[in-house]
């Protein structure tokens, strides 16, 4: 079976202390309880979370859905997106099978990103790595004062914006991003054709801004 390799890459830097990251916790575990009640992601997702604050981690390496444990993630410190984007193209360059004689490359990855700041790093030579791997759909979420201009450079069309990180909001990201997941693992194993953009994925509640 083609993996569908999924990476969340979450901003757990100082600004989201407090309700904010709480949400987010809250929001993954909805996001993989939801997935594993539909038999298609169930087959074909992989998940993986990356968080950045003052440094990029892989807190949760590419892990099929019944095997995935939730993370206690913690906010603290500033916004090393720039790490972020590197670390998510190496884990991408390790996890992510290639065709062989005898196997079948997974489909290509998709990236959701989140984040509430500005870069405290070289966003640059991350972005350029980032650049350098194969993705499949890339979408970027500005939430309260982040910089999605800025975020165009990683999803280009594909940026939404919160503008609060109340429970509502950051439930109706996640929510969303669980029905992307479903739909693009539909998608591979009906048609076979990866999703690209967001023209592609669930309409965003009204929650959720599309900035053009």
């Given at each position: ?161 919160l503008d609060t990180s109340d429970s509502a909001s950051l439930s109706a990201f996640f929510k969303w991003v669980t029905a992307s997941i479903s739909t693009s693992s539909k998608s591979v194993q009906t048609t076979g054709k990866e999703v690209e953009g967001l023209d592609q994925l669930p ?10």
């Amino acid at each position: 079976m083609r993996r569908l390799p999924v990476y969340l890459v979450l901003d757990t830097s100082g600004s989201m202390s407090g309700e904010p990251i709480q949400q987010v916790k809250n929001g993954v575990q909805m996001l993989v309880s939801a997935l594993r009640q539909d038999p298609q992601a169930l087959e074909t997702a992989y998940l993986s979370i990356i968080t950045f604050d003052s440094s990029a981690r892989e807190v949760v390496p590419l892990t099929d859905l019944p095997s995935f444990q939730t993370p206690d993630i913690q906010a603290t410190g500033i916004t090393s997106m720039g790490e972020a984007l590197s670390l998510v193209a190496d884990c991408a360059k390790r996890d992510v099978v290639k065709a062989s004689a005898t196997k079948k490359a997974d489909w290509r990855p998709m990236v959701f990103l989140m984040t509430d700041g500005i870069p405290t790093d070289d966003f640059q030579k991350g972005l350029t790595r980032f650049k350098e791997e194969r993705w499949g759909a890339v979408v970027a979420c500005a939430v309260d004062s982040a910089d999605a201009s800025l975020l165009q450079q990683i999803a280009g069309e594909a940026v939404v914006k919160l503008d609060t990180s109340d429970s509502a909001s950051l439930s109706a990201f996640f929510k969303w991003v669980t029905a992307s997941i479903s739909t693009s693992s539909k998608s591979v194993q009906t048609t076979g054709k990866e999703v690209e953009g967001l023209d592609q994925l669930p309409p965003p509640p009204p929650e959720i801004q599309v900035v053009v």
